[in-house]
Nanobody, 123 residues
Framework: QVQLVESGGGLVQTGGSLRLSCAASGRTDSRYAMGWFRQAPGKERRFVASINWSRSTYYADSVKGRFTISRDNAKNTVYLQMNSLKPEDTAVYYC?????????????????WGQGTQVTVSS
């Protein structure tokens, strides 16, 4: 199993930037894909970005050009650089992991989840 811990959330003004980190521990010797999802109050959890072991990346249309997902396999850490933030980006952001070579956009594909970190963008 793998354990995930997110960090880097906070309060930022519209147009600002934040960088989220997700550190993996446990069984990290096997290849795994990682993803970021977010959930706003009263809404379903939605896909934000994902990255496979080879660093191929996938993004939701709503964040393309503003967010960048990356990973450091030596540190077992995935990052989400968020620029040009908007109030509609406000949500709890969750990191997820799944063993294998493919990076998924569906939440049900991921078996391992972090506890979430709050991102609030003020207008």
């Amino acid at each position: 199993q793998v354990q995930l811990v997110e960090s880097g959330g906070g309060l930022v003004q519209t147009g600002g930037s934040l960088r989220l980190s997700c550190a993996a521990s446990g069984r990290t010797d096997s290849r795994y894909a990682m993803g970021w999802f977010r959930q706003a109050p009263g809404k379903e959890r939605r896909f934000v970005a994902s990255i496979n072991w080879s660093r191929s990346t996938y993004y939701a249309d709503s964040v393309k050009g503003r967010f960048t997902i990356s990973r450091d396999n030596a540190k077992n850490t995935v990052y989400l650089q968020m620029n040009s933030l908007k109030p509609e980006d406000t949500a709890v952001y969750y990191c997820a992991a799944e063993y294998g070579l493919s990076a998924w956009t569906q939440a049900e594909r991921y078996d391992y989840w972090g506890q979430g970190t709050q991102v609030t963008v003020s207008s």
